[in-house]
T-cell receptor, first 115, second 115 residues
């Protein structure tokens, strides 16, 4: 089974609007972390936000927030007030702390911000 | 504080040649991870190393691929007798420790093209 599923290959959003990128995950480990990375066309992977499985509150980092619904095993990324520079690929990733070391990545969502 | 460095950024090899990809982790980081990103896909874990030790190589192809992280110098991912299917972006990441919340800091990647 896929550990991380991102069902939106491509998304469009108007500049200044908010957009939600979907991510669902599958794990039996009670202790895990969820991450979102941005990959612009230049190719580097940029860390955006982290949510731990035991965190009581949804993570926020500036314009990024993570809508964490543990029972549904979803960790959607919300980008508020989209900017042209937000156009990029976005990857959701998970790390299972009891098994350890690697990240599991989804297939990504390509976001295009329209002026 | 320099980030994770990878070189070369782009590498072209003919079928049957060897490819050597280098990764210098962030200063003070002793944990290194290699990932491969095939076109239109997310990153897939290959190997996790600490200085002088391979900790987890569950994602490494059984043949032609090897990795090392010597006590002095960068981590090297070596691909012998490359084939067209090895064409991909190879990312290195490093972390300070393997504590649960520890994100992995990614390098810019090496794009390998096999002709």
């Amino acid at each position: 089974a896929q550990k991380i599923t991102q069902t939106q290959p491509g998304m469009f959003v108007q500049e200044k609007e908010a957009v939600t990128l979907d991510c669902t995950y599958d794990t039996s480990d009670p202790s895990y972390g969820l991450f979102w990375y941005k990959q612009p066309s230049s190719g580097e992977m940029i860390f955006l936000i982290y949510q731990g499985s035991y965190d009581q509150q949804n993570a926020t980092e500036g314009r990024y927030s993570l809508n964490f619904q543990k029972a549904r095993k979803s960790a959607n990324l919300v980008i508020s007030a989209s900017q042209l520079g937000d156009s990029a690929m976005y990857f959701c990733a998970m790390r299972e702390f009891n098994t350890g070391n690697q990240f599991y990545f989804g297939t990504g969502t390509s976001l295009t911000v329209i002026p | 504080n320099a980030g994770v460095m990878q070189n070369p950024r782009h590498l072209v090899r003919r079928r049957g040649q060897e490819a050597r990809l280098r990764c210098s982790p962030m200063k003070g980081h002793s944990h290194v991870y290699w990932y491969r990103q095939l076109p239109e896909e997310g990153l897939k874990f290959m190997v996790y190393l600490q200085k002088e030790n391979i900790i987890d190589e569950s994602g490494m192809p059984k043949e032609r691929f090897s990795a090392e992280f010597p006590n002095e110098g960068p981590s090297i991912l070596r691909i012998q007798q490359v084939v067209r299917g090895d064409s991909a972006a190879y990312f290195c990441a490093s972390s300070l420790s393997t504590g649960p919340e520890r994100e992995q800091y990614f390098g810019p990647g090496t794009r390998l093209t096999v002709t």
